[in-house]
């Protein structure tokens, strides 16, 4: 047994002091959420997982309250998201979208879009559709998909494409806060939460606790994260904080 197990907490510890926080194991499995099968996530076309991606970029260090706002005219500038219609627009066009009011006005993240329809193209050809990709994806290598997405997206790293995956419904886990701050008290992990190294001893622990309880890793990580910090109320929506 890795060192790393033998200092693995039970989970059932974990949920037990979940139930604690949040009065009852109903409240706390109901807020635990479920996730869609691979099947409907294989379904999703490739122009919701463009703006899946987008709307991730755009909140990243910004007012979610405010994108969402502007979300219809996003959907409105960009043709929905229309894979090839990305691609075929010419240098002047993607200038021109960059300064329409009806969205926010950001050069930079707006170029993401045209680079992250490329990612989408390339894989789909390959593999039928990008959804087929990611359901495709093991969850417990999860980490290795979030890996994918930093080197062949555009700023797809960090948070931003794990939070547009559980929004799509993939299952995963989240370094939240109060995640990240769990497994630093346990010594698990003890260098940067977004290294190799650590989000590898992270996705074992995720895997022994699946293969433990059978709960799904987001289950997993969201009733993590109910039980540890000032965590003793339900999700606070719009938040990192919270998993």
Same mark, same amino acid.
């Given at each position: 047994?890795?060192?790393?197990?033998?200092?693995? @907490?039970?989970?059932?510890?974990?949920?037990?002091?979940?139930?604690? =926080?949040?009065?009852?194991?109903?409240?706390?499995?109901?807020?635990?959420?479920?996730?869609?099968?691979?099947?409907?996530?294989? *379904?999703?076309?490739?122009? =919701?997982?463009?703006?899946?991606?987008?709307?991730?970029?755009?909140?990243?260090?910004?007012?979610?309250?405010?994108?969402?706002?502007?979300?219809?005219?996003?959907? @409105?500038?960009?043709?929905?998201?229309?894979?090839?219609?990305?691609? /075929?627009?010419?240098?002047?066009?993607?200038?021109?979208? #960059?300064?329409?009011?009806?969205?926010?006005?950001?050069?930079?993240?707006?170029?993401?879009?045209?680079?992250?329809?490329?990612?989408?193209? @390339?894989? *789909?050809? @390959?593999?039928? *559709?990008?959804?087929?990709?990611?359901?495709?994806?093991? #969850?417990?290598?999860?980490?290795?998909?979030?890996?994918?997405?930093?080197?062949?997206?555009?700023?797809?790293?960090?948070?931003?494409?794990?939070?547009?995956?559980?929004? /799509?419904?993939?299952?995963?886990?989240?370094?939240?806060?109060?995640?990240?701050?769990?497994?630093?008290?346990?010594?698990?992990?003890?260098?940067?939460? *977004?290294?190799?190294?650590?989000?590898?001893?992270?996705?074992? #622990?995720?895997?022994?606790?699946?293969?433990?309880?059978?709960?799904?890793?987001?289950?997993?990580?969201?009733?993590?994260?109910?039980?540890?910090?000032?965590?003793?109320?339900?999700?606070?929506?719009?938040?990192?904080?919270?998993?």
């Amino acid at each position: 047994m890795s060192e790393f197990l033998k200092k693995l @907490e039970p989970f059932d510890r974990i949920l037990a002091r979940a139930i604690e =926080r949040k009065g009852s194991k109903e409240i706390v499995m109901d807020m635990a959420g479920d996730i869609f099968d691979a099947d409907e996530i294989a *379904s999703l076309s490739d122009d =919701r997982w463009l703006a899946a991606f987008t709307k991730q970029v755009f909140q990243s260090g910004f007012v979610w309250r405010v994108v969402e706002q502007k979300w219809s005219g996003f959907e @409105e500038v960009f043709f929905n998201f229309d894979i090839e219609k990305m691609l /075929m627009m010419s240098d002047e066009m993607w200038e021109q979208k #960059c300064k329409d009011e009806r969205i926010i006005r950001n050069g930079n993240k707006v170029m993401t879009i045209k680079a992250n329809a490329q990612m989408i193209y @390339e894989v *789909s050809a @390959e593999h039928g *559709s990008f959804g087929k990709f990611i359901a495709n994806w093991p #969850c417990d290598d999860i980490i290795g998909l979030w890996q994918f997405l930093k080197k062949h997206g555009a700023r797809l790293g960090g948070n931003t494409g794990p939070y547009a995956l559980r929004f /799509m419904g993939k299952d995963g886990f989240l370094i939240s806060r109060d995640n990240e701050a769990y497994f630093r008290a346990y010594k698990l992990v003890d260098g940067g939460i *977004s290294s190799k190294k650590s989000q590898t001893v992270i996705q074992q #622990c995720f895997n022994a606790w699946h293969e433990s309880t059978g709960l799904t890793y987001k289950q997993l990580s969201r009733i993590l994260s109910f039980s540890v910090g000032d965590n003793f109320v339900g999700i606070e929506a719009g938040t990192n904080t919270i998993d």
